[in-house]
């Protein structure tokens, strides 16, 4: 009996120890993996933010916050930049999409949040410099 069920039991143990092994891949590679504003900041930004704050829409109107280029992004606010390379924390841009600071006051306006991993996308981009790259 035992030695039928040995086979299966290694089987379930590789298996479970190749998808252990594969997550673990995974997670270093999101974690060292350099974000890039091209590839992975823009286009969250394109997503949730463009619709009211490209160049001409009331978004963008009110605020001076224009979301067209790397460019306009670093310029901010007509109140200043709302990107602070090195620091998320003390960025608006991070501030208001991560709801940290006052969550009656949050972008997307009245919309659904963004997601966790966007949020930390645009974390670690600025975290890392707010490079256009
Ligand atoms: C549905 C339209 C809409 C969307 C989507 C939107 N905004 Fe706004 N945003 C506005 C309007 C309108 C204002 C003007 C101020 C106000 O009414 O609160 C504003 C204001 C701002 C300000 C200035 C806030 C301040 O305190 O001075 C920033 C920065 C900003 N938005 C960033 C963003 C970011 C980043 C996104 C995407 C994650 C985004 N917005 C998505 C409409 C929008």
Redesign the pocket.
């Known amino acids: 009996m035992s030695t039928r069920i040995a086979p299966l039991a290694i089987l379930f143990i590789l298996t479970a120890s190749l998808t252990a092994c594969e997550k673990t891949e995974q997670a270093e590679k999101s974690e060292h993996r350099k974000i890039s504003f091209a590839d992975d900041v823009a286009p969250i930004?394109q997503k949730?933010?463009a619709?009211?704050?490209a160049a001409g829409l009331?978004?963008a109107m009110?605020?001076g916050?224009v979301t067209d280029t790397y460019q306009s992004i670093m310029n901010g606010?007509l109140?200043g930049q709302?990107v602070n390379p090195g620091s998320a924390r003390t960025s608006?841009?991070y501030i208001?999409?991560s709801g940290k600071d006052n969550l009656a006051?949050t972008?997307?306006?009245?919309?659904k949040p963004?997601e966790t991993g966007d949020i930390e996308i645009i974390r670690a981009w600025i975290d890392s410099g707010a490079l256009e790259n």
């Open positions: 930004i949730h933010c619709e009211c704050h009331p978004g009110a605020t916050f606010t109140s709302i608006s841009l208001l999409v006051v972008m997307p306006h009245g919309k963004l």
